[in-house]
């Protein structure tokens, strides 16, 4: 299924790019990424061995790049504008993911450690914006919905407070619009009461348009964007 191989490989890793015409867009930078979610219960009681949610949440990040391009570099075409010669092109990206889906968690015994994953859908954003040295510029907004996989580990080493890796990626099947997209973080989370927690640490959000590096058809320059920094969010609990 072609919207669960983007997924995985969103996950995973960039794919390399098949050879085209056009210049990759390398946008992307340190950002502070806001986040926002929602965990529901549904069976099992959070702190038994399994228990299964609905999970949901949104992150965004917003981030700034210059892009140097040389003579023999190929054209960036991008926005119905075609950046060519040597010049540095500075690159503004805003890039949201948001998802909604099943989250079981299996806690290893009294140990403190679990695992989970997630299997939903999701909707992924790209508002992004060129502007060359010569003053030439160009901005396009980019968005699909799609399917959504992620995996995660937790560590609770105090009785409101947990360590927690989680791996969120998001593919569309779509080459025009956002392809693929994903997030990683690793956060440190404090409990401040039942139903509501703070979270901080590091995160990365990032967006993908493949366009021509999979249809030659499209000659359009495929865009990779990302936003890498502190994450801060909070997190609803029912």
């Known amino acids: 299924m072609k919207v669960f191989r983007f997924a995985v490989l969103a996950l995973l890793a960039p794919c390399a ?19 926002i979610g929602m965990s529901i219960g549904v069976a099992g009681n959070p ?10 949440g949104f992150s965004y990040a917003h981030a700034k790049r210059k892009q140097e391009h040389a003579v023999g570099d190929g054209p960036i075409v991008f926005g119905g504008q075609m950046f060519t010669g040597q010049q ?55 968005s699909n ?12 080493f105090a009785k409101a407070t947990s360590l927690q890796l989680r791996l969120l990626g998001f593919g569309s ?13 690793l956060t440190v989370t404090h409990a401040l009461g039942k139903n509501f927690q703070l979270r901080g640490g590091l995160g990365i959000l990032s967006a993908t ?30």
């Open 17 to 35: 790019a098949l050879a085209n015409t056009t210049e990759d867009i390398r946008a992307g930078g340190g950002a502070i990424i806001p986040s």
């Open 47 to 56: 702190e038994a061995s399994l228990s299964h949610a609905i999970d949901m």
């Open 88 to 142: 540095d092109i500075e690159w503004t990206s805003n890039i949201q993911l948001a998802h909604l889906g099943y989250r079981p968690r299996y806690w290893f015994g009294n140990s403190g450690w679990a695992i989970e994953g997630v299997i939903g859908l999701g909707w992924a954003g790209l508002g992004i914006k060129g502007v060359g040295a010569n003053g030439q510029s160009a901005a396009e907004r980019l």
């Open 145 to 156: 919905g799609g399917l959504v996989l992620g995996v995660g580990g937790l560590w609770r």
């Open 173 to 185: 099947g779509k080459e025009e619009g956002v392809t693929s997209a994903s997030r990683w973080d």
């Open 209 to 238: 348009s493949t366009r021509e590096a999979t249809d030659s058809n499209i000659v359009k320059s495929p865009i990779h964007a990302s936003g890498a920094g502190l994450l801060l969010g909070a997190d609803f609990l029912f």
